[in-house]
């Protein structure tokens, strides 16, 4: 089963139990997507999927960032629970020490030093590690790697 008809059957699974939280997440989720496939008049695939759901969970973070800096703690724990609920639906992140891993690997692989190499490394770790883990974290991973 597609990430997306699980969405779909979560929704209605929500819906069912009168979870209107989590039903409206969801509902906001689909919504991206299919703004997505009209825009670009394409059908989505999980990889699409995943790349979407990540951006969704930073425009979220960075939400509940300034709700919090704002004094708005109620506004920053819904953004917090919404995040919870599209992280479901990504692959199993990887953790600190199996990206470090996987980092130094595609360097020794690729005969990679130096952070004038930091480009090559982030497009071959995206293509490689993919929405396992976030862009930041990667960055940051990569960053330490190559210094």
Sequence with gaps: MSVKAQILNDIKAAMKAGNS????????INSAFKQIEVDERVELDDARIFAILQSEIKRRNDSATQYKNGGRDDLAQKEL???????????????????????????????????????????????????????????????????
Excluded at 21 to 28: K, P, S, V
Excluded at 96 to 118: C, H
């Design 21 to 28: 939280f989590e039903r409206d997440t969801l509902r906001m």
């Design 81 to 147: 629970g919404e995040i919870e609920i599209i992280s479901r639906y990504l692959p199993k992140q990887l953790s600190d020490d199996e990206l470090k891993a996987k980092i130094s690997e595609l360097i020794a692989q690729n005969n990679l030093n130096g952070i004038k190499d930091l480009g090559k490394l982030m497009k071959l770790a995206k293509d490689s590690i993919g929405s396992a883990c976030d862009g930041k974290r990667m960055s940051e991973a990569a960053k330490k790697a190559l210094s």
